[in-house]
């Protein structure tokens, strides 16, 4: 395998690599069982993988309108990394749904 043209800041291996692809295709294909199980077994492999907490926040938020949830795994994604401004940008998206401040 070439290995992603973008930076590889969180050192993900490439089986991580190919299973976040894999569960975002789904997510494009509205097949959202598939792209959950995939998911939540990066989560279980890799608890605090940040890449993935946020494709399951985003995923939470846009494609099962889940806010709550899509909020808990941007509060993660922050616990762990303060300065991500992805997960701040989307938490406070999802919050304002919810009419949280």
């Excluded at 993660?76 to 749904?97: I, T």
């Amino acid at each position: 395998m070439a290995g992603p043209t973008w930076r590889n800041i969180y050192e993900l291996n490439d089986q991580q690599i190919r299973d976040l692809g894999l569960a975002e295709d789904h997510m494009e294909l509205m097949e959202i069982s598939e792209a959950e199980s995939i998911l939540l077994k990066l989560i279980d492999d890799s608890p605090d993988c940040i890449p993935v907490l946020n494709v399951m926040g985003h995923m939470q938020g846009r494609y099962l309108s889940d806010f709550e949830n899509a909020i808990n795994y941007y509060d993660k994604v922050l616990k762990l990394e303060p300065d991500n401004a992805w997960a701040r940008d989307e938490r406070r998206r999802y919050q304002r749904y919810l009419n949280y401040d």
